[in-house]
């Protein structure tokens, strides 16, 4: 299969849905071998069945992130079944919100940071070695728009999402300094729809559970496309970041937001949303 990516192994964290499994999907699709992990394993092997249905190379791997031993074990894993790791999009993350940081638990604090920001210096930490032996890899660590902007009740999100960005800068100039062939990029997406809205826990101000977050309804009303983003937009960027096309590109922040970052943009009563690109099977 050739591809922006072929002959590349990549292993894609919290692959087993949404943004990491458009990632993995679209990452096969161009040529690479796959590494799908996650805890979700029901939907992890079924990503991987559908990868190889079409013509690709993945394979399904149970990891949690915040476990340093299973970092060694699953990167250990990858090498000794594919031979080498070529590019690492640490995805994996967990949203939780609430009305006022006053009501934020210490417990959710701490288990917000270990998943989105220890999560992240683990998969460098051990991803990084594996690369530097082939003195060449791109590393993608998802950040978000709220890793540059302040976000009502995702104070705790925000924190953990500036710090993946900043950390992708620190790692980016240590790469260069030791002219490892490693690039290093962060990816910050708007409003996307996917499962992680159903996900994120906003209890109202009487302990409560408020309803769902509907990001269609939010990207209508904040973006200037006024829609939400798709996995697979997401997915398109990250492809970029992991293929040869970016061979000059490291310490970089692509952001894919539907505008929002840029500005306020007042629609007109009767515009549309911008139109949702069609991609392949």
């Known amino acids: 299969m050739a591809g922006q990516v072929s002959g590349k192994v990549a292993l894609i964290t919290g692959g087993a849905s949404g943004i990491g499994a458009a990632c993995a999907e679209l990452l096969a699709r161009e040529g690479a071998k796959a590494a799908v992990s996650d805890i979700d394993d029901l939907r992890g092997p079924e990503l991987v069945a ?119 800068k620190a790692i980016a100039m240590e790469c260069a300094s030791f002219g490892d062939g490693v690039r290093v990029n962060s990816v910050h997406p708007g409003i996307i729809a996917t499962p992680i809205w159903g996900k994120i826990p906003t209890g109202g101000v009487g302990g409560g559970q408020n309803a769902p977050i509907d990001p269609e309804e939010r990207a209508r009303l904040a973006t200037p496309f006024g829609r939400a983003g798709h996995a697979m937009e997401i997915a398109k960027g990250v492809l970029y970041l992991a293929s040869d096309a970016s061979s000059y590109v490291t310490g970089m922040e692509l952001v894919i937001d539907g505008g929002m970052n840029a500005g306020g943009a007042l629609r007109m009563p009767d515009a549309k949303p911008h139109p949702m690109p069609s991609f392949g099977s």
């Open 50 to 168: 559908r990868i190889k249905k079409a013509g690709g190379e993945a394979m399904y791997l149970h990891q949690d992130v915040t476990s340093e031993e299973q970092w060694v074990e699953v990167v250990a894993e990858v090498v000794a079944r594919y031979g080498r790791l070529d590019i690492l999009v640490s995805n994996a993350g967990i949203g939780i919100g609430v009305p006022s940081i006053t009501m934020m638990t210490l417990e959710d604090w701490r288990r917000q940071t270990a998943i989105n920001l220890d999560g992240v210096f683990l998969s460098v930490k051990h991803c990084l070695p594996a690369m530097r032996k082939n003195r060449s890899g791109s590393i993608i660590l998802m950040s978000s728009l709220a890793g540059l902007r302040g976000a009502q009740s995702l104070a705790g999100y925000c924190a953990t999402k500036g710090g993946v960005r900043l950390f992708a």
